[in-house]
């Protein structure tokens, strides 16, 4: 929903959820040094010919797409901030973004790409997430995991967004931006400096072109704004899971102004199992962070896109002289 909002505006394009970014960046030593030429091609076609980018779902020329590439600065934020650019342009648009959930995730590796990067993070009620995720077709992790995703997503708002550079964060939350559109997008409009605009109300005339209709799970899209899915967890979890979700986000949901609903505590076992996963899941995480610390030992470029002024100006490299600089790309 938020993203036909933001697609919406005359001047913002947000494609489908794509598959490249962060796949691109844990590969990067593969790809080599960009300077060569033979490596940004090599690096384009990666992202242009393969199912899992979802490239195909932006609806641009695979080879105009690799030349731009080739052609372009050999950066790896450059060549990923390409595609999306050309995206942009395909609707005669100035700005992009992107939008996966899992970004929270990796803000560091997002600004070492493109080090003037603007985050926006919609947060819902942690028990409607839950009960939202268990019925994804795609989903197939336990009701366990999917309440260790809203805690880590929230955590992350509370002591990992006050981390990131200055006015470079922006927060709201789906109840409120459903329930009076307008006022929220304003806001949000301004944050971007952006003047806002009415058609980013009416997300929906956009659901045809901007959802791919395989995506099932998004057809609410294709109506109007509502806040009839608000609180849906009542009949969508369990006793079992409304106590789970309650017993390990309580402190959460009420510091986001959700109400709990007195449900009883949950057993020690239940609790142990959540324990142990969000153990498994931390884990993982503090693994990936040291290997990727690893990694930037050994990287032969700097990755930082270098397609607008302020790009270029954060990457320390001199401006060209009595050349036109994309500004806002």
């Not at 700005?95 to 603007?118: C, E, M, N």
């Not at 369990?238 to 949901?253: A, K, T, W």
Request: aromatic share 8%; with cysteine.
């Amino acid at each position: 929903m938020l993203q036909l909002m933001t697609h919406a505006h005359p001047r913002i394009a947000i494609p489908p959820e794509t598959r490249f970014m962060v796949s691109a960046y844990q590969r990067r030593l593969q790809f080599g040094n960009l300077n060569d030429p033979d490596r940004r091609r090599e690096l384009a076609e990666w992202v242009v010919n393969r199912t899992q980018s979802r490239f195909h779902e932006l609806g641009l020329d695979r080879e105009e797409v690799t030349k731009q590439i080739v052609d372009g600065p050999p950066t790896l934020g450059s060549a990923l901030g390409i595609v999306l650019r050309a995206y942009a342009i395909r609707h005669d648009k100035p700005r992009w973004g992107d939008k996966r959930p899992s970004y929270f995730q990796y803000t560091d590796v997002l600004l070492r790409l493109f080090p003037d990067a603007q985050f926006v993070h919609l947060i819902r009620d942690g028990r409607d997430c839950v009960a939202s995720l268990k019925e994804m077709p795609w989903y197939t992790g336990s009701v366990y995991s999917a309440v260790c995703a809203w805690a880590e997503a929230i955590d992350f708002a509370r002591h990992g967004a006050p981390k990131l550079p200055e006015g470079s964060y922006h927060e709201l939350r789906y109840e409120d931006l459903t329930a009076d559109p307008e006022s929220h997008l304003r806001r949000l409009c301004e944050f971007l400096g952006e003047d806002f605009a009415p058609a980013m109300c009416e997300p929906s005339t956009l659901a045809g072109i901007a959802v791919p209709a395989h995506k099932t799970w998004h057809a609410r899209t294709h109506d109007e704004v509502t806040t009839s899915r608000t609180g849906t967890w009542r009949e969508r979890l369990d006793p079992g899971e409304i106590s789970l979700c309650e017993s390990v986000l309580g402190d959460r949901l009420e510091t986001y102004g959700y109400e709990l609903s007195g449900a009883p505590k949950i057993e020690t076992s239940r609790m142990v199992t959540y324990e142990k996963t969000a153990a498994k899941r931390k884990l993982a995480r503090v693994k990936r962070v040291a290997f990727d610390r690893l990694m930037r030992l050994r990287e032969p470029n700097q990755l930082g896109a270098r397609l607008t002024s302020g790009q270029i100006v954060l990457a320390g490299v001199p401006m060209p002289r009595n050349e036109p600089i994309a500004v806002n790309g």
